[in-house]
């Protein structure tokens, strides 16, 4: 289950950052733009997790991590807006989604140097958590780690839903993470298929690929290695 954070105080950064100053150097179709306009209130550089701000030394790469919090105006939020974001902050973010029930939820996609070019980031699949009540779920500190990289490990582990294997490295995660969440979709697709199917041969076909899908997805869940 994932948990609430409780941001060290000394992280805190508290910037108002306009939507328009997101996109303005990038390129950015309308489609995206108006669902900044209609999805997002407001977005708040909420805290920098950093070196300097939380006494963990840059390892891997990993030099700092912005958590970014997102005030929507509708129940949830197109994943092109994050991408939007991720593209014009050259550091992993863990986005705080926030909605007018007082819920949030976290968000995050693995986000790497491109291995060709040092000056690029790489940014995955997006993972969330289910929305929790910011009054009732307790908070928690954030984990007690070593160096930057593995702080960034536990927050993504936060948002996956599995654990790290062990020996597993961050990419086999990752990789394995994105693997459930396609099967996890095509699942979705196959039970609707199978609820507006009236002939019984293409039903039985539809629920033997989902019975297939499920299997699969439940050894990826599996912590052995």
Known sequence: MAVIYDFPPRAAFGKI????RIYSHINVSSRVKKMFAT???????????????????????VSEIQVFEIELRTDDLHYEVLKVIDRAI????LFVLKNSNQQIRYVAAYKRLSLSDSHKWVTGEYFETEWMDESSNERVALPVVIDMAMLYQCLLENVMPFSLRAGEDMQQFVERGERFLALSQEADRLRHRLQRERQFNR???INRKLKKIIKEMEQLGEQAA
Do not use: M, Q
């Open 203 to 205: 039903k039985v076909e």
């Open 17 to 20: 950052i306009p939507k328009s």
């Open 90 to 93: 050259p550091t992993p973010i």
């Open 39 to 61: 999805e997002v209130e407001r977005i708040r550089w909420a805290y920098k997790l950093a070196p300097e701000t939380i006494n963990l030394p840059e390892k891997d790469g």
